[in-house]
């Protein structure tokens, strides 16, 4: 597999030098980021080098690449996601925030059932997202999330456990954009961003990203609770979110595939 990679950050640079490896199935072969020095810092670290390219556009026009992982923002996904579909390339999707947007997920279904290519959506930071695909099926009668977080990682300064949001999955997203793409995940493999029950709090005690999911439905009910270290290169990213994309690409590229 040929990657592409839009977003040379933290979670872009750090799947970028992890997942090329001698011998191994998945290729690097360009690299993009609106700060070009990010794109060039991160094809410097990868052998054989990526070509850097100048704008998205340079990106897509070399058909070497057969997927482009998106670790840029949810502005990105609205700007170049359709246009990614539509050159023929599949994508992989981490600010999955974006798809708060109805209109916009439905511009990147049709385009991908068009042209025949697949839009993926990591698990990210959490467990049982295959758990809550099969219950759905079943029939789910509530979902909740809650994301507890130091304040530092959520923008805030309260000097106590605060509860900074309860309610629906899409409003909570779109007050916190860059740091609950777990919520807009959840959301769509369960009972969508309206019915979907969001909690955020901001905890001064804490050092972990934790988010417990809790699951009722037909099939009976279950939690998951999960706490994950911060990215040591973003605080605000667990690291568990980029073992995923890691994970899902690896899956992509075997011919052995295990679970939902």
């Known amino acids: ?66 997927l482009v992982l998106e670790a840029a923002s949810q502005e990105a996904v609205a700007l170049y996601g359709k246009k990614i579909v539509e050159s023929g390339k599949a994508l992989m999707v981490m600010s999955v925030g974006a798809f708060t947007d109805d209109a916009l997920l439905k511009d990147l279904r049709k385009a991908a059932e068009k042209k025949k290519v697949k839009i993926y959506v990591p698990s990210g930071a959490v467990a049982g997202i295959d758990g809550v695909k099969s219950a759905s099926l079943g029939g789910l009668k509530k979902v909740t999330l809650t994301t507890r977080k130091n304040p530092k990682n959520l923008d805030v300064s309260v000097e106590e456990e605060t509860v900074l949001y309860e309610g629906s999955a899409r409003g909570g997203i779109k007050k916190y954009p860059k740091n609950v793409n777990v919520a807009a995940t959840l959301s769509l493999a369960g009972i969508g961003l309206d019915k979907t029950v969001l909690r955020i709090i901001a905890d001064p005690k804490t050092d972990k990203n934790t988010h417990e ?41 075997d011919p052995l595939e295990i679970g939902t």
């Open 1 to 66: 597999m040929n990657l592409a990679i839009l977003g040379c950050g933290n979670i872009g640079g750090t799947i970028g030098r992890a997942i090329q490896k001698p011998g191994g199935k998945i290729c690097v072969v360009a690299v993009y980021d609106i700060d070009e020095k990010k794109a060039r810092r991160l094809a410097a670290q990868i052998t054989p080098a990526p070509r850097v390219c100048k704008n998205v556009e340079e990106l897509l026009k070399n058909g070497d690449a057969d």
């Open 213 to 253: 999911i809790v699951v009722e439905g037909v099939f009976g009910r279950f939690s998951v609770v999960m706490n994950n270290l911060p990215s040591p290169e973003n605080p605000k990213t667990s690291y568990l979110a980029i073992l995923s994309a890691m994970a899902t690409l690896k899956r992509l590229s």
